[in-house]
């Protein structure tokens, strides 16, 4: 698995406060600004638990989900997360076939080698779920 994060710095932000905003969300991030951009790329589960347990929490594992599968092509798929409520800890899903934050989202690019293994992502990142309840 491959998970890179990309983040557009937009000419009236601060760039360490959306640095800030992708740490929040990614804490093991090791963050690059090139051209206005962040980009970032981590490897492994541990480090989209912090993501992960917010989604559990936030009882918004169906909402993740339903934008996962929405945007699978191929082996990879993607999840858009509003870059302000990043900045304050806060994990809020951008349904990007509806809306277009003003200033912009941080992208998530999740990449597999095979299919199964993005299935099997799937299962452990946003499981199926009845009556608000994970099914095992």
């Known amino acids: 698995m491959l998970v890179d994060i990309t983040c ?3 000419p009236t932000e601060d760039t360490h406060l959306v640095s800030t905003a992708v740490k929040n969300l990614f804490p093991t991030a090791d963050i690059e600004v ?17 993501l992960r347990s917010r989604i559990f929490e936030l009882r918004i594992i169906d909402a993740t989900r339903s934008r996962l599968q929405a945007n ?19 994990v809020r899903i951008v349904d990007d076939s509806e809306e277009s934050p003003p200033l912009g989202c941080i992208e998530v ?28």
């Open 34 to 50: 090139d051209d206005n951009t962040i980009h970032t790329t981590l490897a492994s589960r541990d480090d989209v638990e912090w």
């Open 109 to 136: 690019s999740f990449r597999f080698n095979r299919f199964s293994g993005l299935e099997d992502f799937m299962r452990w990142f946003t499981p199926p779920t009845e009556n608000g309840h994970v099914v095992d």
């Open 72 to 90: 699978v092509r191929g082996a990879s798929t993607r999840l858009l997360l509003d870059k302000q409520a990043a900045l304050f800890g806060r």
């Open 8 to 10: 557009s710095i937009y």
